[in-house]
């Protein structure tokens, strides 16, 4: 700025003594060690004027307000020279400008402080009574809060030097703003409000701005020392300030690397010789300068991102004055300076251990005069740093219950640049694996000697320190003792990590982290098997073994064998895989000792992870009839080390008519009598359906297994409908199976999945994701359990697990998620596209699921938390679903609830609410959209509000009241007459009029008009922005 001279030293040192301001600290204002960073932004509040003219110039004062809004010209008074454009303002209250705050995807934010100030008297202006005021923090997103200044923070340099020099007219204030920050993260900011001076016939001095600094996390970048101070004092021009910081850290060894954050108010582009130093070890300063903050012109109303280049996103961002050339552009950004400078040890500017600073702001005799207001340090330290990526390695991958699998882990510290100490490694086991050997650099056990067990994994195991540019290598061996049973999935996925901590600076608490290596997984294959038997008569026995391959590898060298029982002799040539006949081995059967099995796809010996294997094969019994105990054993790898599967099978062949069942019959009813429902060969005869033993038979007219007497009186199914619930199983399956569930309800163990393959979309889903898909009664390894809600045990109901996509068969992926105690997961929140963390997304008093929650919702709107918006749902992304103007949660729950998916519940042809649905309804009847029927109104719930006969949106159309019952009548306004069907055919007139109600005073449709006025006078809005004082 330019100054007037100076008349006497004498003067000016008398001048200084009696107005000098308070000496305010620099304030440290939060500081930590963390693996992130620091981000600033913010804007000037003002553009440079011309010389005593209201208009764009090369002044190094502001002349204008910045403004957010596009109508906003300042134009009073009206320049005589080029006018301000849109987005200005001479009116402090309504200033504002905006800044882009850029972090990374993954960033939490730790910590935010705003900062703001500016001239508070110059020229015809004087805020300092206004200074304290709370200031506007807004986001792109519309939300906004008033933020109070912080009193500890606060700078106010009022010195008066009349006439030998300016009076120093400058405030600063800052306040913690990290709540507001942290639930907003990257995006646009704005400030508003903020009290400063600008003047037609003030050509320097003026000045406002504000500051966004944010201190974050984010665990992928290098380990820093964060810091932010707030403060400073004022630099005049041919003067000096050293302001003093102590709080952050550098390492104690290495090299120093780091950034260091500044900002200012009232620095100059076309005043030269400003200079910003940081002194060294030996106490010498150095130079600090950016890519756009020249080392002598450091403070010249720049305003930069945080790699110190111009930032030009924001408010007039592409304004700039030149510091480099130290000229000024015509109404350029002016007044506050942000950037983000380097700092290194090989700069000399930084040391080793270093814990505070000396930074040295200067100017020369006809240079420019400033305030800084923060400066912040983020320093990187020196820690270890794991080569991760490839640190975990393993022999072999698939796996099977017996085997032994060696570990090498390489805890590598090459690339460090600081000791690792205290560390810890875990490599926790799951179930069916076992340590059996372990080892530190070929040496057996831990760093001690001692002996580590599979517990220690889990409990951690002590390595000592590792010096950075060293390693350690650990080798374990894993015994497999058995591979994870169905439902869950075949596989071990392991994970090695340890724990160590490190000093970031001499005296420092050590820092404790965590890392992890890369994940393995073992894989297996997992034969299930299951073997049926069907006697086909004559003694003659259909065996039937299904090799289902349900692990996560291929079987290979897979065998099938079986032993024929005594009593009874192979049917040569009836061997058949997946359909296709086998040939006999010298007339002996094929699997006799074992043969080789595939599935369809698979190679010779090969069943392929999820496919299947069918054999079947026929036996005869020598004596007709008799109890037969078959056993088959599926190999996984033949001859190899894996464990075979048996299952063994009970066949009792009896003699039909005894009434008793055997395994070849349908039905015994005691005789050999046909035509009765079971006939001779204990068949079920067409028509028929039988039960118990000695078998009931009778008819059964649906055919679906019941007859129609114990669907009338056991099952209480429909007789003539064979799905009486529909949900894809027959009613005879249901009660019969070997799993049964209830016939009479689609969805037996209420998890939102139909017991079969047909869907009913209320209650229930069905088809690829019903429970028993093929409707055979039978629970399939691939399928969940119609009669168990959380099939595989662990915690999630097998329908959240199907719509958000993990699996129900799988415990382990059953992680509950419901941030907002609304009853509707947070993965199905972000399919729905509802806020995880705010139970009522849209607003509207209804919960986003089922649950309540207290205080602030009513649940639900997504009623079977499935994440879709069905049928009979009000939808939780939309306020008002069937856009009447009234919210859902005023339709259900208001004094006269009306319906929320129906925009005219009483089909009047007047909307509920205020809201217009072309071809429906025209606005309204509940004009207020508060869920009451106030006075004016009509009734949303009555198709005749005033029960005159004519409907409420005919009135309104032709003019009449629909409030008054006394003009209920047909045809038009100006002839009078009678309605009586409400279709506006003239009955009659003047005193044929036939109304029933009587006129009980002649004020009343004039009463009626008013109202309906005021009604309409509450309809009108005024737009006011809501601000809570943070």
């Known amino acids: 700025m330019k100054r007037l001279p100076l008349r006497s030293p004498a003067f000016a040192i008398m001048v200084l003594l009696l107005t000098a301001s308070t000496a305010h600290a620099n304030i440290l204002r939060y500081t930590t060690t963390v693996e992130g960073g620091l981000a600033v932004t913010g804007n000037t509040l003002g553009l440079s004027k011309e010389t005593n003219v209201n208009g ?3 002044q190094d004062s502001i002349g204008t307000f910045c403004s957010t809004e596009a109508g906003s010209i300042d134009n009073v008074p009206v320049s005589t020279g080029a006018a301000w454009p849109a987005y200005t303002t001479a009116d402090w209250h309504v200033n504002g400008s905006t800044g882009a705050l850029a972090l990374p995807a993954d960033a939490h934010v730790l910590y935010a402080e705003l900062i703001w100030g500016g001239s508070f008297a110059y020229g015809s202006e004087n805020v300092k009574a206004l200074i304290d005021s709370s200031v506007e923090l807004g986001f792109q997103d519309g939300t906004a809060r008033f933020v109070a200044p912080d009193p500890l923070t606060a700078i106010t340099e009022d010195i008066s030097r009349q006439p030998t020099a300016f009076d120093i007219r400058y405030y600063m204030r800052s306040a913690d ?11 646009t900011y704005e400030v508003h409000g903020v009290p400063a001076t600008q003047d037609t016939f003030i050509n320097s001095l003026n000045a406002a701005g504000w500051t966004l600094i944010v201190a974050y996390e984010e665990n992928s970048m290098t380990t820093r020392n964060l810091s932010i101070f707030v403060g400073g004092a004022f630099v005049d021009e041919n003067s000096e300030e050293d302001y003093f910081f102590t709080g952050f850290c550098s390492p104690p060894t290495g090299f120093v690397d780091g950034r260091v954050v500044v900002s200012a108010m009232e620095g100059d582009a076309d005043l030269v010789g400003d200079q910003l130093l940081i002194e060294d070890s030996v106490g010498t300063f150095q130079n600090l300068s950016g890519t756009n903050n020249p080392q002598d012109n450091f403070f010249a109303s720049q305003l930069n991102d945080d790699n110190g280049d111009l930032n030009i996103v924001g408010t007039f961002a592409t304004a700039n004055h030149n510091a480099f050339t130290g000229t000024n552009v015509s109404g350029g950004r002016q007044g506050w300076d942000i950037t983000t400078i380097p700092v290194s040890s090989s700069s000399s500017q930084i040391d080793n251990s270093q814990t505070s600073a000396t930074i040295r702001a200067t100017s020369t005799l006809a240079g420019d005069s400033y305030l800084p207001t923060l400066v912040a340090f983020e320093i990187d330290v020196n820690a270890p740093d794991f080569f991760l990526d490839l640190s975990t390695d393993i022999d072999h991958d698939v796996v099977y219950a017996g085997d032994d699998v060696d570990y090498i882990v390489y805890v590598d510290n090459l690339y460090g640049n600081a000791d690792a100490e205290n560390v810890k490694f875990f490599h926790p086991l799951p179930a069916g694996l076992r340590l059996t050997a372990f080892a530190i650099d070929g040496v057996s056990g831990d760093v001690n000697g001692s002996a580590v067990t599979t517990a220690n994994l889990t409990s951690g195991v002590n390595l000592g320190s590792i010096p950075f540019g060293g390693y ?24 090695a990590s340890w724990d160590y901590d490190y000093v970031t600076c001499v005296g420092a608490t050590p820092i404790v982290n965590t890392v992890e290596s890369q994940q393995q997984t073992l894989r297996a294959a997992r034969l299930e098997l299951n073997l049926s038997a069907r006697p086909e008569g004559s003694g003659v026995i259909t065996y039937t073994a299904t090799v289902a391959n349900t692990g996560t590898a291929d079987a290979v060298g897979a065998t099938l064998s079986a032993q024929i029982p005594t009593g009874t002799s192979y049917l040569v040539g009836s061997s058949k895989l997946n359909g296709a006949a086998v040939a006999d081995n010298a007339g002996q059967m094929p699997f006799v000792g074992g043969g080789p099995i595939k599935s369809t796809t698979g190679a010779a010996g090969v069943i392929k992870f999820g496919e299947v294997a069918t054999v079947t094969f026929q036996i005869v019994i020598n004596g007709g009839a008799g109890n037969v105990s078959l056993t088959v054993s599926a190999d996984p790898d033949g001859s190899g080390p894996a464990p075979a599967v048996d299952k063994t099978v009970q066949t009792n062949v009896g003699l039909c008519g005894d009434g008793s069942l055997s395994d070849v019959e349908q039905c015994d009813d005691g005789n050999l009598n046909n035509n009765d429902g079971c006939d001779s060969a204990c068949t079920i005869e067409d028509g028929y359906a039988c039960h118990g033993e000695p078998s009931v038979c009778g008819p059964d007219a649906d055919g679906d297994g019941l007859s129609n007497g114990y ?8 007789p003539n409908n064979p799905d009486t619930d529909g949900d894809g199983i027959g009613d005879g399956v249901e009660v019969l199976g070997q799993n049964p569930t209830d016939p009479n309800l689609e969805d037996t163990d209420g998890d939102g999945l139909c017991d079969g393959p047909a869907a009913n979309p209320v209650a229930c889903q069905g088809g690829t994701k019903g429970e028993d898909k093929n409707a055979d009664g039978v629970r399939q390894a691939t399928e969940t359990d119609p009669n168990n809600p959380d099939t595989d045990g662990g915690t999630i109901w097998d329908g959240v697990e199907v719509n958000r996509g ?34 009522d997304s849209d607003g509207d008093g209804l919960c986003d699921g089922p649950l309540s929650v207290t205080g602030v919702c009513v649940g639900g709107e997504d009623l079977n938390a499935n994440g879709v918006v069905d049928p009979g749902e009000t939808n939780p992304t939309n306020p008002d679903s069937d856009d009447d103007g009234i919210s859902d949660g005023v339709e259900l729950h208001g004094a006269n609830p009306t ?11 007047l909307c509920d609410g205020t809201g217009t649905l072309e071809g429906l309804c025209k606005s309204g009847e509940d004009l207020n959209n508060n869920g009451t ?14 029960l005159g006969g ?7 159309d032709r003019g009449t009241d629909p409030l008054d019952p006394s003009d209920d009548y047909e045809g038009n306004a100006n002839e009078g007459g009678e309605d009586i069907g409400g279709n506006g055919n003239l009955a009659g007139k003047g005193d044929d009029c036939g109304c029933s109600v009587a006129d009980t005073s002649s004020s009343l449709p004039a009463h009626g008009i008013l109202l309906l006025f005021v009604g309409l006078l509450l309809r009108r809005r005024r737009w006011a922005k809501n601000a809570t004082e943070l």
């Not at 703003?177 to 995006?187: E, L, M």
């Not at 669907?711 to 429909?718: M, Q």
């Not at 004016?936 to 005033?946: H, R, V």
């Open 472 to 495: 350690t290598t650990i080798t374990m061996t894993i015994h497999v003792d058995s591979i994870p049973a169905s439902p869950a999935i075949a596989s071990f996925k392991t994970l």
């Open 899 to 909: 319906l929320p998916l129906d925009p005219d519940s009483d089909d009047d042809g």
């Open 806 to 839: 993990t699996n129900p068969l799988d415990p382990s992926d059953d992680i509950a998620g419901d941030s907002d105690n609304d009853g509707l997961d947070d993965t199905l929140e972000a399919t729905l596209g509802t806020d995880p963390h705010n139970p």
């Open 933 to 946: 029927q106030d006075p004016g109104e009509t009734d949303p719930m009555k198709f005749d509000t005033d």
């Open 711 to 718: 669907e009338t009186d056991v099952s209480h199914t429909d």
């Open 177 to 187: 703003v990290t709540s507001f920050v942290q639930a907003r993260g990257a995006g």
């Open 56 to 58: 764009p110039g090369l």
């Open 950 to 956: 004519i409907p409420d949106g005919v009135e309104v």
